[in-house]
């Protein structure tokens, strides 16, 4: 449960908090947002800014400070405003979206990053994210996280993403997998 600023510290006599979080130790924004994020994947990816709100007020999480986590979570692209937002007149408020949603990759967009990965099944972020641009994806990463979360790649602490078995498996064959593949032969010489 989140609290508010105002709220008194909890802990032991003289301890204070970290924040708007009842979390120790961790940012109250990231907080929040991970929340945003999590709700709207609960909801289907697309929802009213109202029901943010009503989520927003039953959590103790202030209108401020959704607002401002929210758009820094548009700023970042984790999430979009594809109706604009709402002119409030009031230019010290953040502006308020009309509607939220998870951005989306293409269909077509998936396609090609599973070929691409079918054919180089571990490579290097940077590389994959240039060879996606030449190819005309416009947002790679967003198609990289969905892949990611349906469990067709993986993502090593060194930035390598690899090709899991559902994905080589999904195409119909193992290729550039197997063993006795030229690709392997070539690794041993």
Known sequence: MYRLESDPPRGSEGETSGGACSSAGSDPFNEVAKAILATLKKK????EFSEIEKWADSTEVGKYTLRTVVNELIDAGKLKAPEGFYDSGEELEPPVPKVVE???ASE???GRMK???REYWSVGMLR???DMSRSGMKDANVVLRE???AGYVELTPSSVVNATEKLRKEGGSEKGITKGDSKLDLARF
């Open 115 to 117: 070929e691409y990965f």
């Open 108 to 110: 077509r967009d998936m």
């Open 147 to 149: 892949m990611t979360e």
């Open 44 to 47: 289907g990816g697309r929802v």
């Open 102 to 104: 998870l951005p989306r």
């Open 128 to 130: 994959l994210f240039d």
